[in-house]
């Protein structure tokens, strides 16, 4: 049963000043007023809510008929359920949970006989959805998520008209408060993984998660220094609908424009939209493509360097690789400063504002580039497979899974430049095997590879027409595994 948690208005007034403190912050609004023939004190965060409906509220309520005010008497709970012109007013049993709702930017109203009540009258600052900058498309929609986690919750909505969707929303970090969601279709994600991340959310206590979405997925994974991404972060909204009625769960921070995506496989960050955009041959090679970029980029600077260094185990007709002069500088260096020089690069590019960008790339791959091969510091070679290492990581749809890439190249290299045949090889198998211990939320991080479901595998490879009765996949557990 609602009961009243203030005296009276100055018991409320004084419990306000006593949390933030009475002409200590300016955005916070403190103001009497009546509702209908209650007097009432009104408290809002200026900024999070929007004015124009505060001042229809007010007038409003005042300009309410006498009938309706001389039934207002009965009970100021009553009033306010009843006869309160706007949706998404609550009543609360505590201070603390009404603090919360409006420090979130909720209107927060209290009663002369201290009930308190919220009307949700947010209306958070931030951009409208834009077609991310990270998962471009040729065809297909152009809008994506925000900052605003109400509005990263309707795009999803408009996409799934279904009255299983569920939006569980929950606060995380204790001075914080982050508004979190976990989005599934209920019946078709498996409750065992919801659960599991509920009691992982619980045991967060922190003082706040001002990475958002990343300082979540470390609490939740305990990923601390493994270098592969344990999830999949998306900013489409389609992207991640189609993942919800595939089974898999999403976490949703506000403040954050991506959405994490559970669980996932190495092989969910090799996909890409543009592949369900274009006609399915199309996107089979597109998806090949990809993941032949994957693999090289881990091998090919490697391999090449191993194949220089032992000529002889180099076939005739491949006779042309390697260097017909030998530079001043030692291989290895050469390659080792021309990989740190492109992550210099790429860090230049990241904080360069937009219009100067083009021409510093061009500075420094024309005028850099050519006189460091001039002067002997690079064979034209080293440049030449460098760069192109660099572009197959720039080739995948997923930036974390990339940074993984580059760090597990040069720890092959290094492996190749110590023991040469042998060190090569042995670091394909060690990342093989690494990767194969990895089970995030106990999903196998290479299935459908290991462990083996040709099925499965065909359908990660192969892009099939939606028409073919795709199963949903194996990992996320679904009680209903058939799509149609």
């Known amino acids: 049963m609602n009961k009243s948690l203030f005296a009276n208005i100055p018991d409320a007034e004084s419990f306000v000043y006593s949390k933030f403190g009475k002409g200590e912050s300016f955005d916070v609004g403190v103001k009497k007023a009546h509702v209908w023939s209650i007097p009432s004190l009104f408290v809002y965060m200026n900024g999070l809510i929007d004015s124009t409906t505060l001042t229809q509220i007010l007038t409003l309520t005042q300009s309410t008929s006498s009938q309706v005010k001389r039934n207002l008497e009965i009970h100021e709970i009553e009033a306010m359920n009843s006869y309160f012109p706007y949706h998404s007013v609550t009543i609360y049993d505590s201070k603390d949970a009404w603090l919360s709702a409006v420090l979130s930017g909720q209107l927060g109203i209290v009663t002369s006989g201290g009930y308190v009540f919220t009307v949700d009258v947010r209306s958070y600052p931030g951009r409208q959805p834009d077609e991310p900058d990270n998962e471009k498309v ?15 919750t309707a795009l999803i909505r408009r996409r799934i008209r279904d009255v299983s969707l569920r939006f569980e929303l929950t606060k995380l970090s204790t001075r914080g408060q982050t508004d979190t969601v976990i989005a599934y279709v ?16 619980k045991k967060i206590h922190h003082d706040g998660l001002t990475m958002t979405d990343k300082s979540l997925e470390e609490w939740l994974f305990k990923q601390k220094f493994h270098p592969v991404p344990f999830v999949r972060y998306t900013e489409r909204a389609d992207t991640c609908a189609a993942h919800l009625l595939e089974g898999h769960i999403a976490i949703i921070v506000d403040t954050s424009p991506s959405v994490i995506l559970v669980p996932t496989t190495i092989f969910h960050h090799l996909q890409h939209a543009e592949e369900y955009r274009q006609a399915p041959i199309i996107g089979t090679v597109v998806r090949m493509l990809r993941f032949s970029g994957f693999f090289l980029s881990l091998t090919l600077l ?57 021409a510093m790339g061009l500075v420094a791959a024309i005028i850099i580039g050519q006189i460091a091969i001039d002067v002997g510091l690079f064979i034209p070679e080293v440049v030449l497979y460098t760069a192109v290492s660099a572009i197959l990581t720039f080739a995948l749809p997923s930036y974390e899974l990339s940074v993984a890439a580059k760090m597990f190249r040069n720890a092959l290299l290094i492996a190749t430049v110590a023991f ?33 479901f040709p099925k499965a595998l065909a359908r990660i490879l192969i892009r099939f027409p939606s028409s073919n009765g795709a199963l949903r996949p194996f990992i996320v557990h679904s009680p209903k595994r058939k799509r149609s």
């Open 186 to 201: 209920k019946g078709v994600a498996n409750e065992e993984h919801i659960d599991y991340l509920r009691k992982r959310m």
């Open 138 to 152: 040729i065809r297909g929609s152009r809008d994506g998520f925000t900052e605003n986690i109400l509005q990263n």
């Open 302 to 358: 490697p391999f090449w360097y191993l194949l220089v260094v032992e000529p002889d185990r180099v076939p005739e007709f491949l006779s042309y690789i390697g260097p017909k002069e030998n530079g001043e500088v030692p291989l290895f260096l050469q390659i080792v400063i021309a990989d740190i020089g492109l992550e210099f690069l790429r860090l230049a590019a990241i904080h360069t504002p937009t219009p100067l960008s083009t």
């Open 420 to 452: 040469g045949s042998n060190g090569f090889f042995m670091g394909i198998l060690f990342v093989f095997f690494y990767l194969v211990s990895i089970k995030p939320m106990g999903v196998p991080y290479l299935w459908p590879l290991v462990p083996f």
